[in-house]
C-alpha cells in the first residue's frame, strides 16, 4: 500500500453529452439520461483511484465555508476518502460544467470561485508531506508552497498540470521546475509531440514525463531508462464519457510505478485503467481492480509485463 498526498481542486461538476462540440443554439433541448451531477477535479479523481486501487490517501484541498464533508463522500462512492484535511476556507465550493461529444471532444466551463487567493495551511502540508511516499500535485495556486516543501524533503513530486499553453507558462513555471513525475494533455499542443517532449525534458529535468494523446494514446518519456516511446490506447469497453480520463491514467501510473519502479509496467496499466473507465458517465467511476488490470495485460501484452 502506498502512501500518497494529492493536493489541488475539488469541484462540483455537471457533465452534459451533446451532439457535437461547438453546440449550435436550441431554446431547449430534451433529451433523456444526458446531464450527470457528481464532485469531481484533478485532485477529488486522482484521491478516488488510488484509494480503490489500495493506497492511503491524504487529501488536501479547500471547499466552501458552508459545506458538509460529506459532500466528498457521497453514498454511491465505492471507496471513502479521509476528509481530516480539507479545509473549509472557500466563500464556494468550485464548480464546473462539462459538455461532451461522441468524437471525444469537450468544451468546460470552470467557475473557481475564490481559490486563487485561498490560502492552505503550510505548517499541515509540511507535516502531510514528510509521511507520504510521493506528493501528487495539481497547479493550484495554493500548491505553489508543497512543490518546494517536497524538494526541501526530497520527496518524489508527481506534477498535473493538464495542459501546455505559452500564455501559462509563467504561472506553472514552479511547478514545472518542481516535477519528478510530469503529467501533460495535448489539448494546446502546437507542434511535433515527441520534439515537444524532448524540449520539455531538457528544459526542466524532470525522471518521467507522460503526454496524454487522448485516443491517440500517450508518449513516455523515462529519463533513468532512456526511453521515449509513444503507445497506442487500448479498448477494455464501450466509450460512454472520456471526461477524466487523464485522471485515471496518471493515477494508475503512479500506483504501480511507486510499487515496481518500471514506467513501462505503469504505463501499460495505466493505459487499461484509462480504458476501462471511459465507459463508466462521470469523472470518479468505473475503475479495473488489480486482478483485473492483471487479466487485461496478459491478453493484450502476453508478456505479463
Known amino acids: 500500500m502506498g502512501k500518497f498526498l494529492v493536493a489541488g481542486i475539488v469541484q462540483r461538476e455537471t457533465i452534459v453529452k451533446v451532439d457535437k462540440i461547438p453546440i449550435e443554439y436550441a431554446r431547449v433541448t430534451v433529451r433523456p439520461y444526458t446531464i450527470f451531477s457528481s464532485m469531481g477535479g484533478d485532485a477529488y479523481n486522482e484521491s478516488v483511484a488510488l484509494e480503490w486501487l489500495g493506497d492511503s490517501v491524504d487529501l488536501m484541498t479547500m471547499i466552501g465555508e458552508e459545506e458538509s464533508l460529506d459532500l466528498l463522500n457521497p453514498p454511491d ?7 481530516d484535511y480539507v ?3 472557500l466563500k464556494n465550493t468550485p464548480t464546473a460544467v462539462v459538455l461532451y461529444d461522441s468524437s471525444r471532444k ?3 466551463f470552470e467557475d473557481r470561485k475564490d481559490i486563487r487567493e485561498a490560502v492552505y495551511d503550510e505548517g499541515l502540508f509540511r507535516e502531510r508531506a514528510a509521511r507520504a511516499e510521493m506528493l501528487v500535485v495539481s497547479n493550484a495556486n495554493f500548491c505553489r508552497p508543497l512543490v518546494r516543501i517536497g524538494k526541501e524533503l526530497r520527496k518524489i513530486v508527481a506534477v498535473n498540470i493538464r495542459e501546455y499553453r505559452k500564455d501559462k507558462v ?3 513555471e514552479d511547478f ?3 516535477a519528478d513525475i510530469l503529467y501533460v494533455s ?3 499542443l502546437v507542434g511535433e509531440p515527441f520534439e515537444f517532449v524532448k524540449m520539455l525534458a531538457v528544459k526542466y529535468r524532470p525522471k518521467i514525463i507522460l503526454l496524454g494523446q487522448g485516443a491517440a494514446g500517450m508518449i513516455l518519456y523515462d529519463k533513468d531508462k532512456n526511453i521515449i516511446a509513444h503507445y497506442d490506447t487500448v479498448k477494455t469497453n464501450e466509450i460512454v464519457n472520456t471526461v477524466g480520463a487523464g485522471n485515471a491514467l496518471f493515477s494508475c501510473f503512479l500506483h504501480f510505478y511507486n510499487k515496481t519502479h518500471d514506467s513501462v509496467f505503469a504505463v501499460k496499466n495505466a493505459l487499461l485503467f484509462a480504458s476501462y473507465k471511459i465507459g463508466f458517465m462521470g469523472t470518479s467511476n468505473g475503475f479495473m481492480t488489480e486482478g483485473q488490470i492483471s487479466q487485461w ?8 509485463r
Not at 77 to 83: H, N
Not at 297 to 304: F, H, S, T, V, Y
Open 170 to 172: 509563467e504561472y506553472n
Open 297 to 304: 495485460r496478459n491478453l493484450i501484452w502476453r508478456d505479463g
Open 87 to 89: 479545509l473549509r476556507r
Open 106 to 108: 469537450q468544451q468546460i
Open 176 to 178: 514545472l521546475k518542481a
Open 186 to 188: 495535448d489539448d494546446y
Open 77 to 83: 462512492c465505492e471507496v471513502r476518502l479521509v476528509t
